[in-house]
C-alpha cells in the first residue's frame, strides 16, 4: 500500500510533540542556523528529542536547511546536516545543492519549494538527480500539478494550508532590494505585506496605501481527495513561525479530513501509526487565518488579495444592524464571549477591540467603539472559549498493545506485543502459592495489566497462559511492577526504530532543464556550481543574494496580477489603466510587466 503522510510545521519540541499527538505523520523544523525562518531554530539535541518522540509512532522528522549557503559557510553546514542526520533525523529539507556534494552519510534530502519546482522537467531533473522528494511551488493550478506528478518517480509534496508566497518561492528578491534582509536567508522583511501605491503610466495615483501584494492564505480542505489522486504522498501545513495552538488545531483538522479520504481508496494507507484522540473539534477559522482558499489550484482568478490589511482577520462573524450607547448588534446569531477579540476593516485599515460583555438582549458591548458604524462586517480574531478548550484539551495518541502472562508457581513471564509484531518481555522469578479463588485472582491479573498509566499505549486484550491451568497468586504491586517494565521497553524500543529511508541516487549524466543559470538561481557557493557544472551547466550568473544593488532585476514572478485583481486584465479587455504600472513604497519603486501569454506578473526594482 502507497503511504501517505500529512507533514506539520513545529518551531520547537513541545510543538513538535503537539503535531504528533494532533496526527501528524512527519513534522519538520529547523535546526540551530541556516533554515528559512531565522526566528525559528532549534539545539541539535531538541531535535533528536523531537526525532525520538516521532519515531515511537512510526513518523519522521526533517530538519529545514532551506536556506543558499555561502562559501565561508559550507563546512558549519555539513556539521550542522551530519549532527541532525547523526541525532536521528530522517530527512533534509534543502535549497542549496551544495548539500549534496557534502558527502553526507544517510542523507535522504527533499528539495525544497525554495527551489521553486513549478514545471515537470525540473522536478524530473531533481528526482533523478538525487532528491527522492520534491515540494512542489505554491503558486500552480491543478492541471500543472498534474503534469509534474506524472514526469516523475520522485515523491511530491504540497502545501494544503498557511500563508503564501505571492513570488514563486525562492525568486524572490524583494526583501533584498530594500535592505540587507534575504529571503533566502530566512530573514524575510515581508514587503509583500506592505503597502503601496499604484501609479499608471502618467502618474495618477490609482491606488494609494493600499495591501497590493498581500495575498490570503491557502486552505486546500477542500481538496484533499484531488491530491491523493494525482499521486501526492505528502501534505503540508506551512508555519514553523505559528504557536502550538495553530499547530494543533490545523494538524487535528487535516488528520479528520485525510482519514475520510482514505476510507474511500484502500490502496492507499497513513504514513504512521497510533490512534488520535482529542477532544476539542478543529476550526481552521479559530486559528490564525487570512480567510484563504485554494490559491490558483482551480485556476487563475481574481479575489486572490487582501488590499485592506495583511493581518488575520478570523471568522466572519456578520454585519452591524443596530447601534446603541456602548453596545452593537449583529445580523447574525453568532454567539461572541467576553474576552472574544474582533476586527474589521474601517477608514482603509483594521481596527481591533476586545468585547467586554454580552447581554441576553444580543448587545455586544466591546471596549471601545471607534468606528464600529451600521453595516461593518465583524470578523472575531480570538475565540477565547476556543483557545480555553485547546488549552484544557487532553490530545493523546497511543498504540495498540497485546499482553500475554504465563509461567506458573515458579515465576510468571509478561510478554508484550504491538501491531507491527514487535515483542518484548519482563519476568519475575519467584515462588507462587496457588490462588485459592481463581477465578478471583484471574480477574485482578487482567485488571491490573490492562492500566496502560502514563504511557503510550492502550492495552487491547491480557491474555492468561499458565502452565497446567494453574493460577499463582501474584500481588498487584508485582503485577504493577512487571506491567510498567514491558511498557518502557516497549516505548524504549520503538523510539530506537527509525523509519526506513529512501534515499535517492544521484544520476551524473543526467542534464539539468537549462545550460544557463541566471542570478535568479542563486548559485553562491562552489559546491553547487561543481553540481550544475555536473549536470550540464555551461555559465552561472553571480547569484542575485551576492548583488549589492538589484536595480534593474527582476524582483519577483508571480502567477498574482494586480490587473486581474482589479478587473483590469488585458486578456479580458484591459480596462483603463495607462501602462507602465509601478509600485511606490517610501523610496522603492518597482515597473510591473505582465506576460499575458504565461499568465505570469513581473516586479522589476526600478
Known amino acids: 500500500m502507497k503511504r501517505i503522510e500529512l507533514l506539520a510545521p513545529a518551531k520547537n519540541l513541545a510543538t513538535a510533540r503537539a503535531a504528533i499527538d494532533s496526527g501528524a505523520d512527519a513534522v519538520y523544523m529547523g535546526g540551530p542556523s541556516l533554515g528559512a525562518r531565522a526566528a525559528a531554530t532549534n539545539s541539535l539535541e531538541e531535535v ?44 533534509l529539507i534543502v535549497q542549496d545543492t551544495a548539500y549534496l556534494r557534502m558527502g553526507l552519510v544517510g542523507a535522504e534530502f527533499h528539495a525544497s519549494t525554495q527551489m521553486y519546482n513549478a514545471t515537470p522537467e ?101 481538496h484533499v481527495g484531488d491530491l491523493l489522486d494525482m499521486g501526492v504522498v505528502s501534505l503540508k501545513i506551512e508555519g514553523r513561525l505559528k504557536d502550538e495552538a495553530y499547530v494543533r488545531n490545523i494538524t487535528a483538522h487535516y488528520n479528520d479530513l485525510l482519514n475520510k479520504a482514505l476510507a474511500t481508496r484502500p490502496h492507499l494507507c497513513r504514513a504512521s501509526r497510533g490512534r488520535i484522540n482529542t477532544d476539542f473539534t478543529p476550526s481552521p477559522a479559530k486559528t490564525f487565518t487570512r480567510n484563504g482558499g485554494p490559491y490558483v489550484f482551480r485556476g487563475k482568478r481574481s479575489g486572490l488579495a487582501t488590499f485592506d490589511t495583511p493581518k488575520a482577520m478570523g471568522e466572519s462573524l456578520g454585519r452591524v444592524k443596530e447601534v446603541g450607547r456602548g453596545w452593537f448588534r449583529l445580523d447574525t446569531k453568532a454567539t461572541l464571549h467576553a474576552g472574544d477579540g474582533v476586527c474589521f476593516v474601517a477608514d482603509g485599515g483594521l481596527v481591533g477591540t476586545n468585547i467586554n460583555a454580552v447581554e441576553p438582549s444580543g448587545h455586544i458591548r466591546p471596549n471601545r467603539m471607534d468606528s464600529i458604524a451600521m453595516g461593518v462586517h465583524v470578523f472575531r480574531n480570538y475565540d477565547k472559549a476556543f483557545y480555553d478548550t485547546l488549552a484544557a484539551t487532553h490530545t493523546r495518541r497511543s498504540l495498540p498493545l497485546w499482553l500475554t502472562i504465563g509461567g506458573g508457581s515458579e515465576g510468571v513471564v509478561l510478554t508484550a506485543r504491538d501491531e507491527e509484531g514487535n515483542e518484548v518481555q519482563a519476568a519475575i522469578n519467584q515462588h507462587f502459592d496457588p490462588a485459592t479463588k481463581a477465578d478471583t485472582a484471574l480477574a485482578n491479573i487482567r485488571t491490573s495489566l490492562a492500566k496502560s498509566g502514563g504511557s503510550p499505549f492502550d492495552v487491547e486484550s491480557v491474555e492468561v497462559a499458565f502452565e497446567e491451568g494453574v493460577v499463582p497468586f501474584v500481588p498487584n504491586s508485582l503485577l504493577n511492577g512487571l506491567r510498567r517494565e514491558v511498557l518502557e521497553q516497549m516505548e524504549q524500543l520503538r523510539r530506537g526504530i527509525q523509519p526506513q529511508k529512501n534515499i535517492a541516487t544521484e544520476e551524473r549524466g543526467v542534464a539539468y532543464p537549462l545550460r544557463h543559470l541566471r542570478g535568479d538561481h542563486n548559485v553562491v557557493n562552489s559546491l553547487a556550481r561543481e553540481f550544475y557544472a555536473d549536470h550540464g551547466v555551461e555559465h552561472i550568473d553571480e547569484g542575485y543574494d551576492l548583488l549589492p544593488d538589484l536595480s534593474g532585476v527582476e524582483v519577483m514572478r508571480t502567477p498574482y496580477c494586480i490587473r486581474r485583481e482589479l478587473g483590469q486584465c488585458l486578456l479580458r479587455g484591459g480596462g483603463s489603466l495607462r501602462e507602465p504600472l509601478s509600485l511606490r513604497h517610501g523610496d522603492d519603486e518597482y515597473r510591473l510587466r505582465f506576460d499575458c501569454k504565461a499568465c505570469v506578473m513581473y516586479v522589476v526594482k526600478v
Not at 48 to 54: E, K, N, P, T
Not at 161 to 179: L, N
Open 122 to 222: 525540473g522536478v524530473s531533473f531533481l528526482g533523478r538527480a538525487g532528491f527522492s522528494r520534491v515540494v512542489l511551488e505554491r503558486g500552480l493550478t491543478k492541471e500543472q500539478m498534474e503534469q509534474i506528478c506524472a514526469s516523475t518517480d520522485a515523491e511530491i509534496e504540497v502545501f494544503v494550508h498557511g500563508a503564501i508566497c505571492v513570488c514563486g518561492s525562492g525568486r524572490c528578491y524583494m526583501s533584498r532590494s530594500q535592505g540587507h534582509r534575504s529571503g533566502n536567508r530566512g530573514e524575510c522583511s515581508q514587503p509583500c505585506r506592505q503597502t503601496y501605491d499604484l501609479v499608471d503610466g502618467g502618474g495618477r495615483v490609482v491606488r494609494r496605501g493600499a495591501h497590493l501584494l498581500s495575498v490570503r492564505d491557502m486552505d486546500m480542505s477542500a
Open 48 to 91: 533528536r528529542q523531537a526525532a525520538d518522540y516521532a519515531h515511537l509512532f512510526g513518523a519522521r522528522l526533517y530538519l529545514t536547511l532551506n536556506t543558499i549557503v555561502y562559501e565561508h559557510e559550507l563546512a558549519e553546514a555539513r556539521s550542522i546536516a551530519q549532527a541532525a542526520l547523526d541525532a536521528g533525523v530522517d530527512a
